[in-house]
């Protein structure tokens, strides 16, 4: 009985043991997790009052981190600028900025013996350049000045004179940023556009606007038609010729090129060539360094409702004929002009002649339509032309010839 009674004291003095060393464990870990705790308030208050002296820029750098490798969103948008923290700024702000970075790199400002006239952009790393031809028409030696102010002398690979358009190329081993072309198909009345250029020699300006019309037909200083262009309130001013129009990705959607002014007030529309027939007629500048586009020789006019009402015209759309080129091609084809001369705002037209209503099997409603379906075409090439010819469809092969200033000049819109 007493070895039992021996026993349990054993034990209870063992469990009372245990029990006595687990509560000074837990007693030592709660004081240690209290302290933990404590540190952390503390250093939390240390750096909240130190935030609040030298805000997050002063708190970043105090743990060593470099503000000038941090960016906000995307590669060209500093988290930084001086003190101005961007997640402070609005979504719209972050994109004129985003755009801006991304693309400015790729602007060079044209001159001529350091008298700038015009603007420009790279399209690729090795130095190849796009801008408007009356940008360079007049320049001897050009000099290219790129954003951060280095300057190259450029060569011309090719130009169109007609769309307004010319390709450079500096040579030099260095690697330049280039902007993307994007389809001008895809475009909509509306959406946001900035212009990034040289306007009155201040270099690398920036406007904003938006698209306020597309597909514009513009007549240029000599006559010529413009077909397809985009209008825009983004401001245009002298030596913005040749910049970039961007879309909010920072991509081009068109080429500043030209001014409309009243003459009775201080008011101005914008226009920009497409991106399409900019890329387009680059491509070709880079192969051939030239463009001979294949033209109808023929003085025409654009139908609207009230040559159709006035000459009881038994088609709506169309280009009507009011003369051909005595002995040309579209003569020889069986082209025919009008009889009856009648006057038609500032111009004479002559009504009677055949209206051109489809080529290649294309409809041709406008003159837009046939600048587009003979803008691949070459001089000597035959295209099949249907035209309304009182009432009936007549079947025509022309052979197309050089599409001059003379006959582009003299379309009627």
Sequence with gaps: MNGLNKIIKIIFLSVCIIVFIVFILFLINLTRRYEAKKRIEDLKDILTEYLDQNGEKGLLELVGIPIEDLYYKNEFTPLYNHNQPSWKLSEEELNNIYVYNKCNQAIVYISDNNSRTGSGFFISEDGLICTNYHVIQSLNNITVVTSDGEEYSAQIIGYDEENDVAVLKV?????????????????????????????????????????????????????????????????????????????????????????YRSSEQNNSLNFCLSSNVVSETVDVLKKNGLINRGWIDFYGVQLNKNIVDFGSLKVKNGILVSSVVPNGKAYSAG???????????????????????????????????????????????????????????????????????????????
């Design 171 to 259: 040579n030099s081993e260095r690697i330049f940023s280039y902007l993307n072309f994007s389809s001008s198909e895809d475009l909509y009345v509306g959406q946001s556009v900035y212009i990034i250029g040289n306007p009155f020699g201040y270099t690398g300006s920036i406007s904003k606007g938006i698209i306020s019309a597309l597909g514009r037909q513009v007549r240029d200083l000599k006559g010529n038609v413009v077909m397809g262009m985009i209008q825009t309130d983004a401001i245009i001013s002298f030596g913005n010729s040749g910049g970039p129009l961007l879309n909010t990705s920072g991509e081009v959607i068109g080429m500043a090129s030209s001014i």
């Design 335 to 413: 082209l025919k002009g009008g009889n009856k001369i009648v006057e038609y705002g500032s111009y004479q037209i002559k009504l009677g002649g055949d209206i051109i209503t489809s080529v290649n099997g294309i409809d041709v409603k406008t003159f837009d339509d046939l600048f587009n379906i003979l803008s691949s075409s070459n001089v000597g090439d035959f295209v099949d032309v249907t035209v309304n010819r009182n009432g009936s469809n007549v079947k025509l092969k022309i052979e197309l010839v050089s599409r001059t200033e003379e006959l582009i000049s003299n379309v009627i819109i």
